[in-house]
């Protein structure tokens, strides 16, 4: 136990992604990756949005025609479907932009009658997903099943929805200290995307030889955090900064046990760059404190088909 990790943890606060969450100190803030996109406090601008979407589609091919423009089959939806080319048209492939006006923010989508999808089953799916998306505050945790966005949150059922949830975790106290959280559950494990943490680490330095950087490990070896059996690297550049790395290599499509799930915290950060900042906010055992904490933390908001109770935060 480190008396200024636990300090920091005195006072915490659950933050939701994905179907995921983590306790952090309560002055943390989530920086979201790849998400819902979506227009912040632009519901009142949503016709303007439009049009400069419309511009830009016949601005980018002088072939190209605008189909539809206005409101969407479910209220509080707007849309704009088009041919992006007369190529595209003579293979009716059709593109849809689709605007979703929820609260004061504007979620969009992008669809296209391709790979099995037909106008009639994107008319359905925007109308399933108007009924299910919402505002979220960045505080609120939802008890239901969902996905958390950075501003929304869509209600499903069990494990249907997005694949890859990706956040990083910035803590107030300590500036430059970055711990990320990525989930994928569609991605393939065959061949080298089966490997694990260790294997992987071992053929850099194999590949690098004498150019592998000079570190200091910590801590490396087997590490399970709530059922998923994997592997951890924890190492100290010679500038002072902290390289920590947890991967489990799960099964595709596998909601509970999916096929990657990787953290990794970083120390020294500063403008996204690791070893910017001027020093280290934190010592060894101190980082190893808060990478045990952050870790531990780890799960998902609520069950899900297949996931161990320990790996469920709100029950």
């Not at 989508?109 to 391709?114: A, M, S």
């Not at 299910?132 to 099943?145: H, I, K």
């Not at 870790?295 to 109770?309: E, M």
Request: glycine content about 8%.
């Amino acid at each position: 136990m480190n008396r200024r990790i636990e300090k920091l943890f005195e006072s915490t606060k659950l933050l939701c992604f994905g179907r995921y969450v983590l306790a952090a100190p309560a002055d943390s803030r989530l920086a979201f990756g790849r998400d819902f996109p979506t227009l912040p406090d632009q519901a009142n601008d949503i016709e303007k949005v439009m049009e400069a979407e419309r511009a830009k589609i016949l601005f980018l091919n002088k072939t190209a025609e605008i189909t539809y423009f206005g409101k969407g089959p479910a209220p509080g939806t707007w849309m704009i479907r088009s041919f992006k080319s007369a190529s595209a048209r003579e293979v009716d492939l059709e593109g849809f932009r689709i605007y979703h006006v929820v609260g004061p923010h504007i979620f969009v989508t992008g669809r296209g009658t391709d790979n099995g999808a037909t106008v009639e089953s994107i008319l359905r799916d925007t109308v399933e997903l108007a009924k299910n998306l919402r505002a979220r505050a960045p505080d609120e945790v939802p008890r239901e099943p969902g996905l958390c966005h950075r501003y929304g949150f869509t209600r499903i059922d069990g494990d249907k929805g997005s694949a890859l949830s990706q956040a990083g975790l910035h803590i107030t106290a300590l500036p430059d200290v970055v711990f990320s959280v990525e989930s994928n559950q569609s991605q393939s494990t065959e061949g080298s995307n089966g490997y694990g943490l260790l294997k992987l680490i071992n053929d850099r330095k194999r590949d690098a030889g004498s150019s592998y950087p000079k570190l200091t490990t910590l801590r490396e070896g087997k590490k399970k955090v709530h059922g998923w059996d994997g592997e951890e690297s924890l190492v100290r550049d010679t500038d002072g900064s902290h390289e920590f790395e947890w991967m489990f290599i799960g099964e595709t499509g596998n909601v509970a046990r999916p096929a990657l799930l990787r953290a990794a915290m970083f120390t020294k950060v500063a403008s996204d760059r690791v070893g910017a900042a001027a020093a280290s906010s934190l010592n060894d055992e101190e980082a190893i404190a808060l990478w045990d904490k952050l870790l531990d933390s780890l799960k998902f908001r609520v069950a899900v088909p297949g996931a161990p109770a320990e790996a469920v935060a709100i029950r």
